[in-house]
């Protein structure tokens, strides 16, 4: 439960930063990947924390999701956050050579983080889990 909960936390933060920054209102946001703070990051966090504070950092399930958490954070500031520069140069490239570029072919941009996001969703989520515990 802890999870989904530094989960949400960090969906609406990133949705409200962007509708702040950008002037707009995007409610994709809410359930799309990249931006700050990482929502992946959070609900692994909260998820490794609570596993520690219920079974003891010496436990089988800590070690596991401590181990899962340490995995997607590395994967979402590297494989997925180069996909989505990727992402954005190819769809820069498509948009030069034609105008009328479908939406269809648009590729999705907002896919990992920097590790100023990763930091801090595991603070959101490390702080989610310690609240509701």
């Known amino acids: 439960m802890n999870s989904l909960a530094a989960w949400g936390s960090a969906q609406v933060i990133k ?10 209102l995007d409610m994709h946001r809410l359930f799309g990947d990249g931006g700050m703070p990482s929502g992946h990051s959070a609900t692994v966090t909260a998820m490794a924390t ?5 079974y003891g950092l010496a436990s089988p399930i800590f070690t596991v999701a401590g181990i899962l ?6 994967d979402a500031m590297g494989v997925r956050r180069e996909a989505g520069k990727h992402a954005k140069v190819l769809n820069d490239l498509m948009l030069s050579l034609r105008q009328d570029t479908p939406p269809e072919d648009v ?8 590790p100023l996001q990763v930091c801090f969703g595991a603070l959101l989520g490390f702080g989610i889990a310690l609240l509701l515990e």
């Open 50 to 54: 609570t596993a520690a504070l219920e």
């Open 107 to 114: 590729l999705k941009e907002f896919l990992g983080h920097t």
């Open 15 to 24: 949705t409200i930063l962007y509708a702040a920054i950008h002037k707009t």
């Open 69 to 74: 958490a340490i995995i997607v954070m590395h």
